[in-house]
């Protein structure tokens, strides 16, 4: 195993000093096109978390002037802001072979078993791109899935899991959970490269917040936002944290869990020309939108610029994911302080060239706060929460065409980037964990062993295990 690295922040106005840079640079730094690369590393661990502050949520859009207003939003507690719900995206080249997300068990003590009906279907895709803000930090230190009768479900009410035995047998709805009814703009038409790139991605700096860590007492309260609603069939649900959305490329596996993409207009969403397009179901091969759930093909290479993105498979619905864009898909994301993701993939050379403004053979890995998707990831600046700080976290990134290295970065109020970086993995898979641990405000990515399992539930300890303590 290589090093370990540890990235800290000072939460001060004056300072945001990143222990991931000079201080814990094993070699010499290296500048490549603009961004500046130390060490590779298997490991690295974030405790940057748990921070209070604010950031301006959409809370209205309007498709005829392509205005948008917002609002005040705070947030703290363990993990904060990225103890809100989440959405996971990928851009090509990418093979993405298994993706599998764990909660904690509401009950571990009580053995249960659970018949969930799979998913079999189609779909993924998305864009990315925000190199200023990377290097000033750098510089700086399907619709739902029926329950079946007698199925034991799980819901976090007022701050506690509750579970019952589903007793409703009605129909699924069979049409895409659009959300609100927008004002009709004429037939949508296909969305050409051009129209996409007009529509631009973030890329304002997040400034450093004024305010203290959450204080220790509120770790006592931390909780999963949403409980496991799928696990696989008959799953021993015994462990400290069960799975509760699963995918696999080569069985065709989908539970729990909805590829998405920014292709409204196509099939499903919508589009106009003031925002553009909004979420919508992904294609099987992931360059298009479709009319319902896909899944994800077992072949399927995303292309250069091509992004998918994962969701709960659980629909937005009475405003319980706060605005979203009128027409648009809407799902929840990943909640809660506490959640790992574990996942397998490969970023293999395309061979395209171009800039890094056209994203041409530069795979990435990254999680938003899930309202910048659900209002629009490549809209103006007053119809994100991007700029405010809501929350990007960049997991794996290739920052320039054809770089074997991938960075990592957080963008939010006192966010920080690496100058470690991981190898890409250009000619194999590898298995990588995810951890946020709000007990501790402290967030681990870390390349596992090859032959790892992602079962249906496993012990703290063993989660734990994967990860450094130091």
Known sequence: MRNIVTAGVVLALAASKAFADEASCKGESKEINGNWYCSAVDELKYDIFGQKGTYMKVTHMDPDTGECTQEEQEYSGPMAPFNEELSFHFRGPFKLKQFAVYNPNPNPKQKRSTSIAHQRRHNHHHFHKHGKHIRDIQHHAQEMNKRAVGDIVYATIDGQV??????????????????????????????????????????????????????SSAVSEVSSSEAPSGSGDQADLTGDWVRSGYYNSADQTLDGMVFLNNKGGQGSGVFDYKFGNSLSYASSNGQNGAPSPQILDGECTLESNTEVILFTDKPCKDNDCGYVRPGTVAYHGFGGAQKAFFMEFQMPDDGKTGSKYDNADMPAVWMLNAQIPHTGQYVKESCSCWKSGCGEFDLFEVLDPGNKRCKSTVHAKGGLGHSNYFDRPVDKTIKVVVMFLGTENVAHIKIINDKTEFPTSMSNENLRSFCSTS
């Open 162 to 215: 509750q579970s019952w035995t589903n007793s409703y047998s009605g129909e699924a709805p069979t049409a895409a959970p659009m959300v609100g009814t927008p004002k009709t703009t004429g037939e949508a038409p296909t969305p050409t490269p051009a129209a996409t790139e007009a529509t631009p991605s973030p890329s304002a700096e997040a400034s450093p917040s004024t305010e203290a860590p959450a204080e």
